[in-house]
RNA sequence: GGAGGGGUGGCCGAGCGGUCAAUGGCAGCAGACUGUAAAUCUGCCGACGGAAGUCUACGAAAGUUCGAAUCUUUCCCCCUCCA
């Protein structure tokens, strides 16, 4: 069923593991971080300078590629690795987050209570999700078998089943009833991807369940009992970093570990740590390449003005006056070339290339860092490593 | 020389008798951001004070009024048109 996917664990170090992922288009390193081009593109980023970063795997997303240009004109370009320009291995989101964001606004906006703007999901029942368009305002409907035929038509290697994201503020009650409305239309993603199985892509099942022990149990067992090619722990995460952690331990617990798992929408780079430690193979986040476009570039624990953040706020008016790279230590084209005076200068001036030069070091950085946890994976160094980067 | 229009907080620009320390926008100073409706959003932004509050403020001066950025007079400066 997964031919041309195979997931090869290289060393186990407790629970964390080093591994190799292969997909239709190459091999991923795991540990590894996946960055956000949620509308085929990593936003300022070409896919030459995400190879001169050495990434390795890039994410798009099924709901707005959908609303447009739409998948059936992604697929008579050759698909999304042609049409964009990407040769390596691929990733695509369900479609699935977007019933909560486009719902409830941004994580944090959510579990601190703030209401965010216009809701744009406008109904959810047992068939799929409604939403309106971010493009056009018109109606559309995302069910389990649309969606895994977008991802089908996108044709990225790693593609995801549909579900409810759900929220912190759920009760139990509800997070139960979506994590099962969630599993039922998984398998539904799962029985229309296996009638149109063509063994260049594998699927992904989610862990859903909220805070709940018991829920996260039971969906984790769903999701391993089912013929997933991988796992993603999805839903909520929980209020606070020690919650989350919490959380991803109760879903382990059921998880089948011959397979990747993957932490849906986790980048800090303490979190990697952690979740690598927990067994986590894989991350996607936007933080990265978003907190870039906002003036925020990642930097190692030496380098923090506030050791409360793990990245520093180059809008801020110190830099102004600081001739110095981002990192000394760092060799991204970024800081090989600019100070952080210029990126200062850049990001109050509002030129573009602030943007895309912060990205271009985050980007580098988040690579760096898995590179740097692999390695203190193989020479059983994980902590010294963790001291440097957090 | 004649006719008219203006001068508002760092800048632009509303207000045209009380509810005005003065709408907005920009700039400035912070903060947030974790499967991207995000090159976004939020807060602060006369002085002193933690705050309640106090003081100084709408070109200058004098006046009218219980009360003036808003009305009157004079002065200073700017702009447009006619000679």
Known sequence: MYRNFKFEVISCH???RLGLLH?????IKTPAFIFCGTKASVKGISPQQLKEAKTQIILSNTYHLFSYPGSEYIKQRGGLHKFMGWDGPMFTDSGGFQIFSLGH?????EIK???SGISTLTKINENGATFKSYWDGSEQLLTPEKSVQVQRDLGADLIVAFDECTPYHSDKKYTEKSMERSHRWEKRSLDEFIRGNDYSQAMYGIVQGGVHEDLRKRSAEFVSSNPFFATAIGGTLGATKEQMYEVVEMAMKGL?????????GIGGISDIFRGVALGIDTFDCVHPTRIARHGGALVKSAYRDDKRREHINLKRSEYASDDNPIEMDCDCPTCRNFSRAYLHYLLK??????????????????????SAVRYGLEANCLESVKNEWC
């Open 14 to 16: 407790e629970k964390a």
């Open 23 to 27: 997909t239709s288009h190459g091999a």
């Open 105 to 109: 606004g941004s994580v944090a906006d």
């Open 113 to 115: 209570g703030r209401r």
């Open 256 to 264: 089948d570990i011959s397979r990747p798992i993957h932490l849906l």
């Open 349 to 370: 001036a509002k030129e573009l290339l602030a943007l895309q030069a912060i990205a271009v070091h985050n980007i580098h950085f988040m690579n760096k860092l898995m």
